[in-house]
Every structure is written in structure tokens, then in C-alpha cells.
């Protein structure tokens, strides 16, 4: 039994056209037993940026909180929503200064460029190497299943209904073949002037 | 009434290719093929085995082994290396005529000690994790809503979903890629086709 497997996770997040979605499982688990059925990965980090953590739960509640401090700090000194940019960043200069006994917990982000709208998502390893994606990223105990899935589902320029079903569809069907993941499924579509959260129900098992 | 099955023709070992043109899907009988995954030397062993079984068979019986037999005996040939396994994943896959004569595909799935189950499609091997749950929604339309649509599998439906598949995986499993071979099975037999997959 890996750490990463101890809890249990599916994350996705993909790029559309001038739109980015984020979608997790909502299950939280330890081993085989499941605990809560409606546990929220994802966290708002601004006004279109959004990260979900996967892995082991403490340390994705850790993470989450140090960095929510971090960013806080940012927006006091700097007066302006972060750029996804530097929020990467931020979460990889945070990961690895526990390189040698590292949060076993990976972070996706999703967002928006709060000037030019671009879409923008990344991926990490537990220590914090970043892979800034331009399609997809996946992450999780789900995560080569996601990769299948996304890799059918995904193609450029989608617009955010286009997007919905894709996201949604490679999560529900990845999850459903990890006994890890599942109990449910929230999607995050994030617009220039709007976020919206959409659940999902999913198979209860 | 048809079955079709696809692999890949590398063989890889660690990080190198030691060759882009392995045929993994090999017949048995006139309407069964297998396909095999795994470690390459007991895959090869393995179709020896059930190759010369079903030729005793054929003798003893005057009569071809058909697909659900194939799978049963491929079961207990698995079974007999509880101890000591034999490291192929398998997949066998055919058209075989039920009870009221109507030809039936099916698909039979195993793990490493012969357990096995029929189901509408399967998949195996380093990238069938990428590869299942697109079949799970493609070919069992599961996680459609009630309004989706649902497709029916035809001949080129299927063969377009299984290149789909082996391109998905190509893209983001390094063991998988050089080309796709796709085989058709049908009352009429087997054929074969090849599809250029990343060579990278």
C-alpha cells in the first residue's frame, strides 16, 4: 500500500477557449473504507484561480492552508489578484523546501490570467516540479485512467458546454474504475467573469 | 454478431525498444483469437501450449475447439501454474452460435491464474488502465445521460473506437506505439488490419 493510495483521489482539469475546468471526486476514504461522501478538493485561491489537492488528505489540507497564507501575504503586499505564474511558483518554492520529507499531497491548479484571460492550468509532482499544461491535467489515484479518457475526449478550442462534457465525462468514467475514487464528482467551470460549480451524481460505490 | 480486438506490436524492455513489429494477437481455431500482454516469454510459451491443446482436441473430438471452450481450457492452463504463474495477461476473443444458432461475440478477460469473466469489451496490458473506461462509456454507455445517444456499435464504429483507444494510449504510455494491430473476428473467420500508431 503506497501513501499516495491511502486516501484516495481523481483530479482533472482542462483548457477550453478563453475558459479553464477543474473536477474532482468527492470521496474521502481511508483504505477501503470510505468516510464522507461530499469532501471538497478544490479551493479558491482568487477571483479564476482554483486548486485541487490530491493525495494524502492532512498534507492536502496543509498545503492548501500554507498557501491560501502565502498568497494572502501576496495580495496584501502587491494589491493585485496573482498571476497563475507566479502562483505556481508559490506552490512549487513550498513543496520542495520539504524535499527531503516531502507533503504527500500534489496540487493541480486551474485559472485564468486575471489581465489577459488565457486559460492556464499545471500539474505537480509531491515535491514540486511544475508541468504547465496546455491540454489537460491529471492527478490522483484515477490518474492513468483521467489520462486515457481526457486523450479521447480533449480537443482544442472548446467552449465551456463543450468543456463540461468532456471534463465530465473522462472524470465519471475514470473514477468508476478506481475503487478509490468516486462517491460523487463537483466540476468548477471557470470564465473571465464567472465561476461556475456544477455536482454531479455519480455511481455510490 | 462480431468481435474485434486491437493491440500494439512494440516490445519494449525498460526503457528501449527491442522491436516495433510483435504480433500479440495470435488465432486459435477458425473464430477465436487471443491476445496476450505480459512478459513476452510466457505469452509465447503460453500459445505454444494452447495451440498443440487445441490441435489434441481437434483429434480427439473431430471437431474445432469454439471460443468459450478456448476460454475454459485457457482458464485451467492457468490455473494449473497457481504456484508458479504464468505472467501473461490475456485476453480471448470470438464469435461463437448460442443455442438458437444466432453467432455471439464475446470477450474474455483474465488475470494471471486463469480467473476469468465474459464481458462486453475488456482491455489489458501497461496501458489498459487509459483504455478501459473509454470503453466502459463508448461500448456500455456507461455515464450518459438519459437524453446521450447512444451509438450503435457497427464494423467501422468499432474499428474507429479501437484506433481512437490505441492512439489515446500511444499518446501518454511510453511502452505503447509503433503500430496497432486490429483483428476482426466473424462466423466467416478472422482478418486482420494495421494501423501506423506513434513510433516515439
Same mark, same amino acid.
Given at each position: 500500500?503506497s501513501i499516495?493510495?491511502?486516501?484516495?483521489?481523481? +483530479?482533472?482539469?482542462?483548457?477550453g477557449?478563453?475558459?479553464?475546468?477543474?473536477?474532482?471526486?468527492?470521496?474521502?476514504?481511508?483504505?477501503?473504507?470510505?468516510?464522507?461522501t461530499?469532501?471538497?478538493?478544490?479551493?479558491?485561491?482568487?477571483?479564476?484561480?482554483?486548486?485541487?489537492?490530491?493525495?494524502?488528505?492532512?498534507?492536502?489540507y496543509?498545503?492548501a492552508?500554507? =498557501?491560501?497564507?502565502?498568497?494572502?501575504?501576496?495580495?496584501?503586499?502587491?494589491?493585485?489578484?496573482?498571476?497563475? &505564474?507566479?502562483?505556481?511558483?508559490?506552490?512549487?518554492n513550498?513543496?520542495?523546501e520539504?524535499?527531503?520529507g516531502?507533503?504527500?499531497?500534489?496540487?493541480?491548479?486551474?485559472?485564468?490570467d486575471?489581465?489577459?484571460? &488565457?486559460p492556464? #492550468?499545471a500539474?505537480?509532482?509531491? +515535491?514540486?516540479?511544475?508541468? +504547465?499544461?496546455?491540454?489537460?491535467?491529471?492527478?490522483?489515484?484515477?490518474?492513468?485512467?483521467?489520462m486515457?479518457?481526457?486523450?479521447?475526449?480533449?480537443?482544442?478550442d =472548446?467552449?465551456?458546454?463543450? =468543456?463540461?462534457?468532456? +471534463?465530465?465525462?473522462?472524470? =465519471?468514467?475514470?473514477?468508476d474504475?478506481?475503487?478509490?475514487?468516486?462517491?460523487?464528482?463537483?466540476?468548477? #467551470? #471557470?470564465? /473571465?467573469?464567472?465561476?461556475? &460549480? &456544477? #455536482?454531479l451524481?455519480?455511481? /455510490?460505490d | 454478431?462480431?468481435e474485434?480486438?486491437?493491440?500494439?506490436?512494440?516490445?519494449?524492455?525498460?526503457?528501449?525498444?527491442?522491436?516495433?513489429?510483435?504480433?500479440?494477437?495470435?488465432?486459435?481455431?477458425?473464430?477465436?483469437?487471443?491476445?496476450?500482454?505480459?512478459?513476452?516469454?510466457?505469452?509465447?510459451?503460453?500459445?505454444?501450449?494452447?495451440?498443440?491443446?487445441?490441435k489434441?482436441?481437434?483429434?480427439?473430438?473431430g471437431?474445432?475447439l469454439?471460443?468459450?471452450?478456448t476460454?475454459?481450457?485457457?482458464?485451467?492452463?492457468?490455473?494449473s501454474?497457481?504456484?508458479?504463474?504464468?505472467?501473461?495477461?490475456?485476453?480471448?476473443?470470438?464469435v461463437?452460435q448460442?443455442?438458437?444458432?444466432?453467432?455471439?461475440?464475446?470477450?474474455?478477460?483474465?488475470?494471471?491464474?486463469g480467473?476469468?469473466e465474459?464481458?462486453?469489451?475488456?482491455?489489458?496490458?501497461?496501458?489498459?488502465?487509459?483504455?478501459?473506461?473509454?470503453?466502459?462509456?463508448?461500448?456500455?454507455?456507461?455515464?450518459?445521460?438519459?437524453?446521450?445517444?447512444?451509438?450503435?456499435?457497427?464494423?467501422?464504429?468499432?474499428?474507429?473506437?479501437?484506433?481512437?483507444?490505441?492512439?489515446?494510449?500511444?499518446?501518454?504510455?511510453?511502452?505503447?506505439g509503433?503500430?496497432?494491430q486490429?483483428?476482426?473476428i466473424?462466423?466467416?473467420?478472422?482478418?486482420q488490419?494495421?494501423?501506423?500508431?506513434?513510433?516515439?
Amino acid at each position: 500500500m503506497s501513501i499516495d493510495e491511502y486516501n484516495g483521489s481523481a +483530479i482533472v482539469a482542462m483548457t477550453g477557449k478563453d475558459c479553464v475546468a477543474i473536477a474532482t471526486d468527492t470521496r474521502f476514504g481511508v483504505q477501503r473504507t470510505t468516510i464522507t461522501t461530499d469532501f471538497e478538493r478544490v479551493h479558491k485561491m482568487g477571483p479564476t484561480l482554483y486548486v485541487a489537492m490530491s493525495g494524502l488528505v492532512t498534507d492536502a489540507y496543509t498545503v492548501a492552508a500554507r =498557501l491560501k497564507y502565502r498568497l494572502n501575504l501576496y495580495e496584501l503586499r502587491e494589491n493585485r489578484p496573482v498571476n497563475p &505564474k507566479v502562483f505556481v511558483s508559490m506552490v512549487s518554492n513550498l513543496l520542495y523546501e520539504r524535499r527531503f520529507g516531502p507533503y504527500f499531497s500534489t496540487p493541480v491548479v486551474a485559472g485564468l490570467d486575471p489581465t489577459s484571460g &488565457k486559460p492556464f #492550468i499545471a500539474g505537480f509532482d509531491c +515535491i514540486g516540479d511544475p508541468t +504547465i499544461g496546455t491540454d489537460f491535467v491529471t492527478d490522483g489515484t484515477s490518474g492513468e485512467q483521467l489520462m486515457g479518457m481526457c486523450e479521447a475526449f480533449w480537443r482544442p478550442d =472548446l467552449n465551456k458546454d463543450e =468543456l463540461f462534457e468532456a +471534463i465530465s465525462q473522462s472524470l =465519471l468514467n475514470a473514477q468508476d474504475r478506481d475503487s478509490y475514487a468516486g462517491w460523487g464528482a463537483q466540476v468548477y #467551470i #471557470i470564465e /473571465k467573469d464567472k465561476v461556475t &460549480k &456544477k #455536482i454531479l451524481k455519480a455511481r /455510490k460505490d | 454478431n462480431a468481435e474485434y480486438m486491437g493491440g500494439h506490436t512494440r516490445l519494449s524492455e525498460g526503457y528501449s525498444i527491442l522491436s516495433r513489429d510483435v504480433e500479440r494477437i495470435q488465432s486459435i481455431g477458425k473464430n477465436c483469437v487471443i491476445g496476450q500482454a505480459g512478459f513476452h516469454g510466457d505469452n509465447q510459451f503460453l500459445y505454444k501450449v494452447l495451440q498443440t491443446r487445441a490441435k489434441i482436441f481437434e483429434f480427439d473430438h473431430g471437431q474445432a475447439l469454439d471460443c468459450h471452450s478456448t476460454a475454459s481450457l485457457l482458464s485451467n492452463l492457468l490455473y494449473s501454474r497457481r504456484f508458479f504463474p504464468i505472467l501473461s495477461y490475456c485476453l480471448v476473443a470470438g464469435v461463437e452460435q448460442d443455442s438458437q444458432g444466432q453467432w455471439k461475440g464475446r470477450v474474455y478477460g483474465y488475470d494471471v491464474v486463469g480467473s476469468f469473466e465474459s464481458r462486453p469489451c475488456e482491455a489489458t496490458g501497461e496501458a489498459g488502465t487509459l483504455m478501459l473506461p473509454l470503453l466502459d462509456n463508448q461500448v456500455e454507455f456507461k455515464n450518459l445521460g438519459p437524453n446521450a445517444e447512444r451509438v450503435p456499435l457497427t464494423r467501422e464504429r468499432a474499428v474507429g473506437l479501437i484506433q481512437d483507444v490505441l492512439q489515446a494510449a500511444t499518446e501518454r504510455d511510453i511502452m505503447t506505439g509503433d503500430f496497432g494491430q486490429i483483428v476482426l473476428i466473424d462466423k466467416d473467420g478472422v482478418q486482420q488490419r494495421r494501423i501506423p500508431l506513434r513510433r516515439d
